[in-house]
């Protein structure tokens, strides 16, 4: 089992503000993800990563950009939030064939 | 392209019963994954279990069993004496290189 952290788990901010979601994994997987995920709803890949230095653009277009310098450290960042950017944010890691998850961010822009 | 279908958007079983949610999915592939996973409400995304293409047996995990059958690339899960923790958003998944989730089923679980 992977463990994989998020932080905020919540966050409310208004428009125009720049923020950055955090992820970790302490398990050394070379893949990561990030979901976007509007409640009880279809998971869509915006970013995915396949190791250090290494960032794509997933299904979805988004306004987000990912970084990855370290293995273990994934973070997501919107320049200006919109409230169109109301959504979860999961990210997920992945070792072999099978993914886990991070509890989530649950972002609302006002 | 690869597409994963779960037709059923809601559904709803009484406690002790069981309930079968499916899953139907499209490949020209051969050897891929399959999985189902349950997001509880407002909790985390956890695995509940996963089918490797090439195996022929169902895979089994307690309550939860899948029937796998290939040749209609179909995968549903069934889920055997339901209780109201099983009550979540169940996501079929289906993995060649990266994983694609079809759009989810909200299972509830009547008392």
């Known amino acids: 089992e992977a463990d994989i952290y998020q932080t905020p788990r919540y966050l409310v901010i208004g428009t125009g503000k720049k923020i950055t979601l955090e992820c970790s994994q302490t398990m050394g997987h070379d893949k990561m993800y990030w979901y976007q995920q509007d409640p009880g709803m279809e998971l869509h890949l915006i970013h995915y990563?396949?190791?250090?230095?290494?960032?794509e653009k997933g299904d979805l277009s988004s306004e987000s950009t990912v970084s990855r310098i370290r293995t273990e450290h994934f973070p997501l960042t919107l320049e200006s939030a919109r409230p169109s950017h109301t959504s979860q944010y999961l990210c997920?890691?992945?070792?072999?064939?099978?993914?886990?998850f991070g509890p989530g961010t649950r972002l609302t822009v006002l | 392209a690869q597409t994963v279908t779960q037709s059923q958007p809601e559904m709803s079983v009484q406690e002790a019963e069981t309930v079968t949610l499916s899953c139907t999915y499209d490949t020209s592939e051969s050897n891929y994954y399959l999985f189902w996973y349950k997001q509880p409400p407002s909790r985390q995304m956890i695995l509940v279990i996963r089918?490797?293409?090439?195996?022929?047996q169902n895979a089994t995990e307690n309550r939860f069993s899948v029937n796998f059958q290939k040749a209609a690339k179909s995968f549903s899960l069934k889920i055997s004496d339901s209780q109201l923790g099983d009550t979540a958003m169940y996501f079929c998944?289906?993995?060649?290189?990266?994983?694609?989730f079809g759009a989810g089923t909200r299972l509830t679980v009547k008392p």
């Open positions: 998944a289906f993995m060649i290189g990266d994983m694609r």
């Open positions: 089918q490797e293409a090439y195996k022929q």
């Open positions: 997920a890691s992945r070792q072999g064939d099978t993914q886990y």
């Open positions: 990563s396949y190791g250090v230095n290494s960032t």
